[in-house]
């Protein structure tokens, strides 16, 4: 008889996927969850998860063998479904608790970072499926193209590794739940103030991580990430650095030429590797693709021809930087902007690639790390490259578990820095685009929850607005 298990906070973006390769290692699945939106929702109706839309006690099958309680479910006393699962007698897990059970005996390899490990694990599973080493992966988002999770037959199991706490009865950040061969490291720049009070516990994590490597293992890392150089000292493994075209990294870039296709040369030591093309926009992407490159390349999982033709057909992930817009000549582009260079490398992006246009960013000021006081330093300067901003309201959930801003502080944070505008609800977001978009003008919603529906409404104004 198959195992049971069942998910409460199924329609996170790791939850979403855990599901999934739970079902394909044979256990049959239930869940639940009272806030979801596209694209997860979507993703498993696709896959056809059915899950229930809110919390009960009755929701928890009577013969469930695993209980996997997500990190942002609502705790009892506030959720009956919680309580019944901690006084059931259920075996109970975090969701990376429950990876790494999923992950024993395969070759780990990690992705970690405070931005970018979306899309350097979806970077690395995309090529090694494209080479048929039928790969198991874990990824924290919605690849374009392919499933976010998936349990394969080969030997290399790719995860994404979040150093946020694992669950609130376990503070250990997630990927130190991992037994990773190697490791990709991204960035370090200090984030989730909430829980890293201070840069030097932010680091912490890392530093185990890194250490955790066997000493057969390899830490490939960003020469010019923050932090990451101190991070790598503490790997007993090899280690090989990266970065975007500084020569004292052992990979980098020459030759590039920006489009709507990017082309680059990838350098090792000096010597040209192969030529590249991308449709990712942005330097962080380009960065990203020479990180996965020297991963997969360095350890020989696969070889330099594959790689090439893996990163042409790559097509990114959802919500990272996605055009909404089919049939306007004002595009439309949504993003993830839950920190400052996240957010920073969507106006970068934008910038490079469509320097012509005038930006309009429509922000909501969703993470706790946008919220908190001490992030008031980032509205100085998150926005030099951008003509207008509407800015949307803070959440008022969790709203006293940190010091956090309101949106009048906000507003007058960034007023006068560049031409602003309050709004409350999406009409009134709606009426403000209908007076300031021009022909010349490109819209960035940015954002990493639903943005009070404009995701779906702006594109269809604009492509009222501006038909193409």
């Known amino acids: ?40 929702y979507s993703y498993l109706k696709k896959n056809k ?20 309680i997500g990190k942002h479910v609502r705790l009892t006393p506030e959720n009956p479904e919680v309580k019944r699962a901690l006084s059931s007698g259920k075996t109970i897990k975090s969701l990376p608790e429950t990876l790494a059970m999923l992950a024993e005996g395969k070759e780990q390899i990690v992705v970690a970072g405070s931005f970018g490990k979306s899309t350097g694990a979806a970077l690395i599973a995309w090529c090694l499926v494209r080479t048929k080493k039928s790969p198991s992966y874990f990824i924290g988002a919605i690849p374009e193209g392919f499933n976010s999770s998936h349990l394969g037959r080969g030997k290399y199991f790719v995860l994404e590794g979040d150093e946020y706490p694992s669950a609130y009865w376990d503070k250990t950040s997630k990927f130190l739940h991992f037994d990773p061969t190697s490791v990709l ?13 201070t840069e030097k516990s932010y680091k912490e994590p890392y530093k185990k991580l890194v250490a955790k490597i066997s000493k057969y293992g390899l830490l490939v890392y960003s020469f010019e990430g923050k932090n990451l150089r101190e991070i790598s000292k503490y790997a007993k493994s090899r280690k090989v650095s990266y970065a975007l075209k500084n020569k004292n990294a052992d990979w980098y870039t020459q030759n590039i030429k920006y489009g ?52 042409g057909s790559f097509k990114g992930l ?10 306007s000549s004002v595009p439309v582009y949504k993003g993830l902007g839950s920190s400052y260079t996240k957010a920073k490398s969507i106006f970068d992006a934008l910038k490079l690639h469509f320097s012509e246009k005038r930006i ?6 969703k993470t706790f790390s946008w919220r908190n006081r001490f992030a008031l330093k980032w509205y100085k300067s998150i926005f030099d490259d951008v003509s207008e901003v509407i800015m949307l309201p803070p959440p008022a959930e969790g709203k006293r578990t940190h010091d956090q801003l309101t949106h009048q502080e906000i507003f007058q ?5 560049t031409n602003s ?14 007076k300031i978009t021009k022909k010349d003008s490109i819209i960035a919603l940015v954002s990493s929850g639903s943005l009070l529906g404009l995701s779906k409404s702006v594109p269809k104004l604009m492509e009222k607005l501006f038909p193409q």
Request: charged share 25%; aromatic share 6%; no cysteine.
């Open 1 to 40: 008889m198959a195992r049971r298990a069942h998910l409460i906070g199924i329609a996170g973006a790791g939850m979403s996927a855990l599901a999934i390769l739970l079902r394909e290692a044979g256990w049959k699945i239930s869940g639940s969850d009272d806030n979801f939106y596209d694209p997860i």
């Open 49 to 68: 998860v059915l899950f229930f839309k809110s919390y009960r006690a009755s929701n928890i099958p009577r013969y469930a063998d695993l209980i996997v």
């Open 185 to 197: 490291l991204i960035s370090g720049e200090h984030d989730h103030v909430n829980v890293f009070p």
């Open 260 to 311: 709507a296709q990017t082309s680059f040369d990838l350098i090792r030591r000096g010597k040209k590797v192969a030529r590249l093309r991308t449709p990712l926009l942005g330097n962080h992407n380009i960065e990203n693709v020479v990180g996965a490159g020297a991963l997969l390349l360095e350890q020989k999982m696969i070889g330099a021809r594959d790689f090439a033709r893996g990163i």
């Open 318 to 327: 959802a919500r990272r930087l996605d055009l909404k817009t089919k049939r």
């Open 360 to 365: 309009i960013a429509v922000f909501e000021p």
């Open 413 to 417: 944070a960034i007023k006068g820095r």
């Open 421 to 434: 505008h309050k709004a409350r609800t999406e009409k009134e977001t709606l009426a403000i685009l209908k």
